[in-house]
Every structure is written in structure tokens, then in C-alpha cells.
């Protein structure tokens, strides 16, 4: 069973042991209780005719038994110790009714061993180390769950570019959701399932929604627990792996072009312009920073090696491309941060290639051209751009402030009064003739038969009566 895509088919429900267990259970009584009588006879009869002679084997049998309750007691100890506990009821009862099973299971191999009733010990000695290794991989896989859930949820919480989130190179993220049910302070963990197959204890969220290799939406997944403990004490291959660490290089970048090689001079003034702000309360002048639109959009084509943009083909990479030549960081990069998507678009799901970095711009044959110009400007210059900007925004810890794009800025606005007119629109639509409402404006205007011209009047669109009658002033865009 593969841990990264693990598969199964149809492993027993928790339900279904549970029953399964009871109906043993009840029909061991059943015969105990149909046998008791005779059973009781023939020793009574037999120890009538020979007393002397039973008195060894009874105490042999209760040898037996006493070692038979004695192993299954020391099993009970060992699943009644921290090690096997998440301190979370609802699943603690069900590691506790999975296990119950195992040891009852145990006890009855090992009775039938030591009264010699099995044909062949050599199996039950093995079925015995099964169950054993059963209830050991609880006793490691527990503790291991509580350090992971505390890790999963450091990681969430870390920034991006720290190296301390999670890779999407390391444990499936439904792996991970069944790991946080397990620890979770709420009713989330009730849907689990927790039971043995083929040796292997599992751990079943039958309630959750993956994708599956071919990019399929399914129902359901498990945790493998014996894989599990496997990849956490492996170093090769750890069961999380973590995200790569780019702010150094962001930092960096920022800081060898924005930095002033002049004492005298804070930033480089070709990126970051100085303004006056007066005086403090001690006479000391003020001077206040800030990035305008073009100065940055000038250090994001220099950041990316992108000297001349109107006479350049291609970006060099500037100050990412040392990171970019390696193939681990780039794809990290891609997956980790950029989610799989080109900077600034919706587009998501691109999986990474990495056969353009054996290849140079303009350099080769056609094909190699045309195969690097794919490379290019499906990757690279996306994750330059993004690099450039994550950069970038290392401006605010250095206390300059970046001015927006007034056109922008503009659009914003409009679209903005827009929402606003639209919300608007919707509420005075549902109002009653005479009911009243605040305009955008702030003056409370009364709903009348008229309604157009009500509304106009309340957003200040219309100027004139030239606009309410369509004339000269009309501008009917404004009032769509």
C-alpha cells in the first residue's frame, strides 16, 4: 500500500467490528452456559473416583488461566497509559474499543496454546506478535498525532516565504485534515473510524472529499498509521516537509537596490524619494519615504534583470536568479506559494516543469528555442514577477511607504460608488410608497409613485432637470 495514494477496498467499518465482536462474544456464553452442566458433572464424577488424581491438572489449568489473565492484564496497562491517550473522549473511546477486541482476541490464542488445544503454536505464536504489534502501533502512532496536529497548526499559522509551511511535496492534505479531526476540541472526530487490515491499523474519514491521481473528486480517505510512524522516524523521506525559505532572498533583493551606498543618503533616491515632513517637537527635521508608481515599476524591472524592457526579450533574473537555478526552490516556489498559478491570474492547477532550465534564451536549435520560450512565459517570468512583488512589499519594514497608481486608484473609486449605487438600488426597490430611506448622500428621501426620479435625486447623479428629461445633460451610463 502506497502511503502517498493509498488504497483500499472494502475494509470493515468500526460498526461492523463492534457488531461482529458482540455476536462472539454472546455466543461464547451461550456455549459456556449449554456446557457448564455437563461439564460440572463429569468433574464431580470424576473427582469422585479419583480425587488425588485431578488435583494436579486443576492446578496446572488454573496456571494456565492465571497466565493467560496475567498477559492480557499487562496489554490492559500498557493501552491504559498516557502513550494511548489523545485526552479527546470521542476517539479515545474508540482506540480503546479497537483494542479491547485485539487483547480478548489475544487472550483466547494464548488459552488454547497453553491448554494445548492448538494443532499448530507456531501460528499462534505468530498471530500473538500480530496483536502485540497491533497495540504497539497505537502506542507509537498517538503521540505521534499530537505532535503533528501541533505542528500542522504552526505551519497555518506561519508567514509565507518563512519556511514554515507545509509543501504540498509532503502528506496529502486529507491525511492532514484526519490528523486535526483526531486532536480537534469539537465533535469533528465522532465521524472517524478506526480498524485493522491486513495487519495495518487504519484510521477512516468516511465523510471527507479528495482528489484522486486522475484529478477525480472521492469520497473518502484514509491515514495509514503504520505508514505513518514509518515516514516520522524516517530522515529520508519525513512524513511533513516544509515549504522553502525565500524571504532572505526577498529581503535581500530589496535591500541591494533600495539600500544607498552613501552614507549620507538612507535609500537610492532613483527608487525612493524623500519628502519633507517637518519638524519633531525638538527641532529635529522629518523626513518621510515613499515609492511612486514609476519608481515601482523601475525597481521591479531592474529586481528581475530587466534593464531595458522596450529593447530586452527576455528578464535575466536579476536578483532571483541564483534561486531560480535551483530546481527544488523554483518548484516550491510554483506549488508552495504561488499556489500553482501565474502571478496576478486566476489560472490554477499549472503543475511545474522544470526541462527549460537545462535550456538558454535564443540558444539552440528552433525546437530548443521555441521549448524555452514556452519555459519562460509559462514559469519563469511569472515567478520573476512574483518574487519582484513579494519583494517589493519589504518597502513597509523599512518605513516607505508605496503610493498606489492614480488611475488605479480612480477605478477603485468608481467601481466602489458602484457596489454602493447597486446595494442601494436593491433596498429602495423593496421599499413601500411612502416609506423613507438615507441616500448616499446622507438626506432621508421618501418613496414616492415616482420612484425614478426619486432615485436619481438621491445619489446626486442628476444635475438638471435636462438629465431627468433625457435632454442635453443626460448621461444615461451614469445611470445604469
Do not use: C
Amino acid at each position: 500500500m502506497s502511503y502517498k495514494n493509498p488504497s483500499y477496498e472494502g475494509s470493515p467499518s468500526l460498526e461492523i467490528e463492534k457488531q461482529n465482536a458482540k455476536e462472539r462474544l454472546d455466543s461464547d456464553a451461550k456455549r459456556e452456559a449449554a456446557n457448564q452442566d455437563t461439564l460440572s458433572g463429569v468433574i464431580t464424577s470424576f473427582a469422585k473416583s479419583s480425587k488425588n488424581a485431578l488435583a494436579p491438572k486443576q492446578a496446572a489449568l488454573d496456571g494456565v488461566n492465571r497466565s493467560v489473565l496475567k498477559q492480557k492484564q499487562n496489554l490492559y496497562d500498557k493501552v491504559g497509559s498516557k502513550a494511548y491517550k489523545t485526552n479527546y473522549d470521542v476517539f479515545d473511546t474508540k482506540v480503546l474499543q479497537n483494542v479491547s477486541g485485539k487483547i480478548e482476541r489475544y487472550g483466547k490464542i494464548n488459552m488454547s496454546m497453553q491448554a494445548g488445544l492448538m494443532k499448530d503454536t507456531s501460528l499462534g505464536q505468530i498471530e500473538l506478535s500480530s496483536i502485540r504489534s497491533e497495540v504497539d502501533t497505537l502506542g507509537r502512532a498517538i503521540p505521534n498525532i499530537r505532535v503533528l496536529a501541533g505542528l500542522i497548526e504552526k505551519a497555518a499559522n506561519a508567514p509565507v516565504g518563512s519556511g514554515e509551511r507545509l509543501s504540498v511535496a509532503g502528506a496529502p492534505a486529507y491525511q492532514l485534515d484526519i490528523i486535526r479531526k483526531v486532536m480537534a476540541n469539537d465533535e469533528s472526530s465522532k465521524d472517524l473510524l478506526i480498524y485493522t487490515d491486513n495487519n495495518q491499523t487504519i484510521i477512516e474519514d468516511p465523510t471527507l472529499t479528495r482528489i484522486n491521481k486522475k484529478g477525480e473528486k472521492v469520497k473518502g480517505g484514509i491515514l495509514n498509521l503504520d505508514e505513518m510512524n514509518e515516514m516520522m522516524e524516517s530522515q529520508k523521506d519525513p512524513y511533513l516537509k516544509y515549504a522553502v525559505k525565500t524571504t532572505g532572498f526577498t529581503t535581500d533583493a530589496f535591500n541591494n537596490l533600495v539600500k544607498a551606498d552613501d552614507d549620507k543618503i538612507k535609500f537610492n533616491p532613483q527608487y525612493v524619494s524623500s519628502i519633507d515632513g517637518g519638524k519633531d517637537e525638538e527641532g529635529n527635521p522629518i523626513v518621510n519615504y515613499q515609492m511612486t508608481p514609476d519608481q515601482q515599476v523601475l525597481y521591479k524591472n531592474r529586481s528581475i534583470g530587466n534593464l531595458n524592457p522596450s529593447q530586452k526579450r527576455y528578464a535575466s533574473g536579476g536578483q532571483f536568479k541564483a534561486i531560480l537555478e535551483n530546481k527544488v526552490y523554483f518548484e516550491s516556489i510554483w506549488e508552495d506559494q504561488m499556489g500553482g498559478k501565474p502571478f496576478g491570474s486566476k489560472e490554477k492547477g499549472i503543475q511545474f516543469d522544470s526541462a527549460g532550465l537545462d535550456l538558454q534564451p535564443g540558444v539552440g536549435s528552433a525546437e530548443d528555442i521555441k521549448k524555452y520560450d514556452e519555459f519562460y512565459n509559462k514559469f519563469y517570468l511569472p515567478t520573476l514577477k512574483y518574487l519582484s512583488h513579494v519583494s517589493l512589499l519589504n518597502a513597509g519594514s523599512k518605513g516607505i511607504k508605496l503610493l498606489g497608481d492614480p488611475e488605479e486608484e480612480k477605478i477603485k473609486k468608481i467601481n466602489l460608488d458602484k457596489m454602493k449605487q447597486k446595494k442601494w438600488d436593491e433596498l429602495w426597490d423593496a421599499l413601500d410608497e411612502d416609506e423613507e430611506m438615507e441616500g448616499l448622500d446622507g438626506i432621508t428621501y421618501k418613496k414616492e409613485s415616482n420612484s425614478t426620479i426619486e432615485k436619481r435625486l438621491k445619489t446626486k447623479v442628476v444635475d438638471s432637470i435636462d438629465e431627468i428629461s433625457g435632454g442635453p445633460g443626460y448621461n444615461p451610463s451614469l445611470n445604469q
